[in-house]
């Protein structure tokens, strides 16, 4: 067997980990800025949390990693960040102290799902929720920091996509009308899609064998059948997102491809050239029956995530430069093995006084440490050799300006720092 990387799975190399510490402290930083704390849960569950009844979703019935521990429980690697939240919202009462409970989360989900570019096994998430009131305010402040975070971010072709599924009423409603609509065409349907007609409609809106099926392109749209008090959240969401001069687009189709959501839901989609067919970089919406249907009370809550992948993809298909590789402060070169030990010492010295400084490990002649040195994009060289070692000092080169200087051993890290600091 060979041994590599499982399908659907990538490794992050050393030359590239800097592009994600970079992503997670922006997103760390602005979703501090809404005052969102985050929230770490387990990546394995109860398969319960995921397998509810009324979850009938593609990525719940199909796209599940299952399996049974060694005290044969049945587990789940989560597939997404939303059920986990709740279920430790509800283990943990934290609706007993907040009304509303803002949070974020980042960490890895799994979805056994066709691997392609920007779609993987095991794939990063970052996502928020705020869970506890319904206020269509908060509906808009999730859009408009999703929309906040992306232009941060310094991505330019990004749409938002708007629509409202309505209250519970309206929902069902809806999803009546689609089981009267798509009844005479069930033969045009898919196997999958025979059954959701029965079971849930709505999934057949977004079956992924048929999307060029006659008959799901003119099936009726959710803002059909809006009540009244429906119509009117969806209006106030929309007039919060106009006062913060939010660019969005209403998009009666959209539904998500996830069953919990009702009233307000919205994606993230990338419109950048040659990017690709995942071009959704984030989605979300609302939920009402989610916290109830995990044993607690009966409170709402709504939130998104993005795909960390498919925003690493956004960020190179259109060249923002938004992450550097911490270069070295100095490189240590010794000419002389006997002085090894000193250039240790340096290099404590320096690192103490907080300086990025690394030093050659594998004896190479003063060409290839200089090399190697350039390639880390050292500002300073620290050169030791024989004779500047028995005057008691190193010679620092700036390798921009190629000016050299003779400092003392001792006062290394104070020269650099001044220096540095100029
Ligand atoms: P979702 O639309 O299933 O929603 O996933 C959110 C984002 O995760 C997608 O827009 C995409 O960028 C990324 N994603 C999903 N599957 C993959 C994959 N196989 N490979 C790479 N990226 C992927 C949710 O997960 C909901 N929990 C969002 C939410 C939070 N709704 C309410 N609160």
């Known amino acids: 067997m060979a041994i590599n990387k499982v399908k659907g799975t990538y490794d992050v190399l050393p030359n590239e980990s800097y592009l994600w510490q970079a992503l997670e402290e922006k997103i760390r930083e602005i979703l501090g800025l809404y005052n969102l704390k985050e929230m770490r849960t387990p990546i394995m569950e109860y398969s319960d949390v995921f397998h509810r009844h009324t979850e009938l979703s593609d990525m719940v019935t199909k796209e599940t990693y299952d399996f049974d521990d060694r005290g044969d429980r049945k587990l789940t690697l989560r597939p997404e960040g939303t059920a986990g939240i709740i279920r430790s ?33 095991q794939f ?13 305010a908060l509906d808009a402040e999730m859009i408009i920091l999703a929309y906040d975070f992306i232009k941060r971010l310094g991505l330019k072709g990004v749409r938002v996509r708007i629509n409202s599924l309505g209250d519970e009423a309206s929902r069902s409603n809806y999803q009546e009308a689609l089981k009267a609509y798509f009844t005479p065409h069930i033969d045009e349907l898919c196997e999958d899609c025979k059954v959701r007609l029965t079971k849930n409609p709505l999934r057949i809106l977004d079956c992924k064998v048929d999307q060029k099926n006659e008959a799901i392109k003119n099936a009726p749209t959710p803002q059909d059948y809006l009540n009244h008090e429906s119509r009117a959240y969806f209006k106030q969401v929309l007039d919060h997102l106009n006062a913060a001069k939010i660019s969005y687009e209403i998009a009666p189709k959209l539904v998500r491809g996830l069953d919990y959501y009702s009233h307000t839901v919205f994606e993230i989609e990338a419109d950048i050239e040659g990017f690709g067919a995942q ?28 795909g960390m992948e498919r925003l690493l993809l956004a960020l190179d298909a259109e060249n923002v430069d938004f992450a550097k590789e911490r270069p070295l402060d100095a490189f240590v070169i010794v000419f002389n093995d006997d002085l090894k030990t000193v250039a240790t010492e340096i290099l404590y010295e320096l690192r103490k006084a907080n300086l990025v400084a690394d030093t050659n490990y594998t004896q190479k002649a003063f060409k290839g440490q200089l090399k190697q040195a350039l390639r880390f994009g050292a500002k300073y060289l620290v050169i030791l050799g024989e004779e500047e070692y028995q005057k008691g000092v190193v010679a620092i080169k700036n390798t921009k300006t190629e000016v050299q200087e003779e400092v003392l051993i001792p006062k290394i890290s104070k020269y650099l720092l001044e220096k540095l600091e100029k």
């Open 89 to 121: 919202y509800v283990e943990n009462k934290l609706y007993a102290s907040q009304e509303l409970e803002k949070v974020y989360y980042i960490g890895p989900n799994f979805r056994y799902e066709r691997p392609q570019k920007g779609r993987y096994r």
């Open 124 to 136: 990063y998430q970052f996502g928020v929720e705020a869970i506890g009131t319904i206020d269509p």
């Open 279 to 306: 071009n959704v970089l984030g989605g979300g919406g609302r939920y009402q029956n989610l916290v109830s249907e995990l044993g607690g009370p009966d409170l709402g809550g709504i939130g998104f995530a993005f």
